[in-house]
Structures are given as C-alpha cells and as structure tokens.
C-alpha cells in the first residue's frame, strides 16, 4: 500500500503516508481553502436563507489558480468566436452561468478540502511514524475531488496547459525552483489515479 492507495473490502480506500506527505497534503488543503475564500454567508452564519439566495460573481476571478478552478462555461479555448456579437454573447452566458453557480461551486470544493484535513487530522500515528489512512466511500471521493483541485492549482502555477509541459517536467534540473512543486504535482497525480481504481466497480 505505500504510495498509492489500495480498494478496501466493502467499499472506501486506504493508503500509507509517512509524517512529510500527511503534512504536505494538510499543507496544500489549508492553502486551497484560504484561496477559495469563505462562503457568502460567513458575515452571517445565521441566516441560512441569506446564503441560499445569495449570487455568486459574474466576473472571471483575477488569479490563474481559481480561473483555472472556476473556467468560464460557455468559452472554448481552442476555438475563438466567430464574430464580436458572438464573443459578447458568450461573455454573457458565461457570467449568468457564473452568477448561479459558482458560489455551490466553491461550497463543494471548500468541503472536499476540509474533508481532507479533518481526515488526516483524525489520523492515528504508528510506532515507525506516518499513518494508514483509510477512507470510506464517500470520503474517497472528497479526497478525489480535493486531489483534483489541487493538481489544477499546482498546475496553474506551473502554467501547464497540456500534456506536453507535462513532459517537460519530467526533464528540469535539480536545482530548478519549480522542482519542490514539480514533485507534488507528479505525486498527487499517482495518487489521484489509484484512488480512482479504487471506485471503479
């Protein structure tokens, strides 16, 4: 089971993480949920109904990461519009889309990443250090769609776009900046794909 996760009888998955992954992870986690920021009703935790009605932006976010987290809808990076009416009519749609959906949007991805941390804060230590951490359904699923985000902002960081800058990350040299972040992106990425395994029926 090191380094990747591994099916449990009975649904869930489990995978082996010495002291440094659990605190890369947890680390990473923290670091998307100050990026998502809190949800509309955090000034007002006690109006339920003030949150349910409450819309999102209608503007792309500035920052790379959550652009790369919260695409527009209706735009087509491989494909330019035809014409300027058709570039407003996509702008448009994509900020109506963007005005209902993006704040449940942001509520999913906030509590896979706080399903993470709770996880790996509930974890308990063995005699050689690290952990076993085991996941039921539903909370591998949190970890996939956390381990999913994750890799988009890392990738965003790293400005990959597509499979070939992938490549290109597999040949920098040691002593590149981007090396520490290469390595998490590539590891995240193992795990993400047997996790994935591990929900397939």
Do not use: C
């Not at 995978?15 to 998307?32: C, H, N």
């Not at 209902?100 to 991805?109: P, V």
């Amino acid at each position: 089971m090191p380094g990747h996760f591994e099916p449990l009888p009975g649904g869930g998955a489990a995978v082996a993480l010495d002291d440094v992954e659990i605190s890369i992870i947890r680390s990473l986690a923290v670091q998307l949920l100050e990026l998502i920021g809190p949800g509309p009703g955090a000034d007002a935790p006690d109006d339920p109904l003030a949150e349910l009605f409450a819309e999102g932006p209608s503007e792309p976010p500035a920052d790379p990461v959550l652009r790369r987290l919260f695409p527009d809808a209706y735009s087509d990076p491989e494909r330019s519009p035809g014409s300027p009416a058709e570039a407003e009519q996509q702008r448009a749609h994509s900020a109506e889309f963007r005005r209902y959906t993006e704040n449940d949007l942001r509520a999913g991805k906030r509590e896979n990443a706080l399903g993470v941390i709770r996880s790996l804060d509930a974890l308990a230590p063995v005699d050689e250090g690290g952990a076993v951490l085991k996941l039921s359904p539903e909370e591998s699923r949190q970890w996939l769609g956390a381990l999913n985000d994750l890799r988009l902002a890392i990738g965003a960081r790293l400005e990959i776009t597509d499979e070939d800058d992938t490549d290109l990350l597999y040949r920098l040299p040691e002593e590149d900046p981007r090396k520490p972040m290469v390595l998490a992106y590539l590891w995240l990425g193992g795990l993400q794909e047997t996790l994935v395994t591990t929900l397939m029926p």
